[in-house]
């Protein structure tokens, strides 16, 4: 039953409600070397990279790790646009089932999310789709981090990186926000107009 609810929910989620913001995402940096990038991959413990000149608004691709270390070339020559597969768009205001339908359509796992200036805003996963559903996926290579803890009745411990659609969920308050705002570390800088100081 809960499951059923979630899938009829996932009409009414964003993608911007969600999706994994770009100051988090890892990427192959073309303008990087070869052994920079392998580094990279061996120790983020992730399987998809966006391929990247220089910035992630810069994407021309995607790099799946079985295609590196399927290549018989020597990963220092690696030629990474040979390996490059397609990478999929989307906007921050589509909602989560026609997301989910394209993907699993274009059997993909990672799409990239952009504004309308054509800017990145961050990835969109099957994974994180699927958690709306089940709810979190842990696996081997994640960190259990405790997003929001309550301290006293009135008073709660919020990580910076809690979607604004949790936390509302979490203390039962409708939070006013800027469409562009997904996380509470984003409302808070939004509100103050800069980046908080520690304790402030």
């Avoid at 990672?110 to 054509?118: I, K, R, S, W, Y």
Wanted: charged share 35%; hydrophobic share 35%; proline share 4%.
């Amino acid at each position: 039953p809960k499951i059923l609810r979630n899938s009829l929910q996932l009409r009414n989620i964003k993608v911007q409600d969600i999706l994994l913001p770009r100051n988090q995402v890892q990427y192959i940096n073309l303008e990087d070397d070869n052994q920079s990038n392998i580094k990279l991959v061996e120790e983020s413990g992730h399987t998809r990279f966006p391929l990247c000149e220089g910035d992630l608004d810069n994407c021309i691709g995607l790099i799946h790790i079985k295609d590196i270390f399927r290549s018989p070339v020597d990963v220092r020559k690696l030629n990474f646009h040979d390996l490059k597969r397609d990478i999929i768009r989307f906007d921050l205001q589509q909602p989560l089932d026609e997301v989910l339908q394209e993907l699993l359509l274009e059997k993909t796992h990672m799409a990239l999310v952009t504004d309308e200036f054509g800017g990145t805003d961050g990835v969109i996963t099957l994974e994180l789709i699927i958690e709306q559903l089940v709810g979190d996926i842990q696996d081997e290579f994640d960190v259990e981090e405790e997003l929001i803890s309550k301290v006293t009745e009135r008073e709660y411990r919020v990580s910076g990186l809690t979607p604004v659609r949790e936390l509302e969920e979490a203390i039962e308050v409708e939070i006013e926000r800027k469409d562009d705002v997904t996380t509470f570390g984003g409302l808070i800088t939004s509100e103050l107009g800069r980046i908080p100081e520690v304790r402030e």
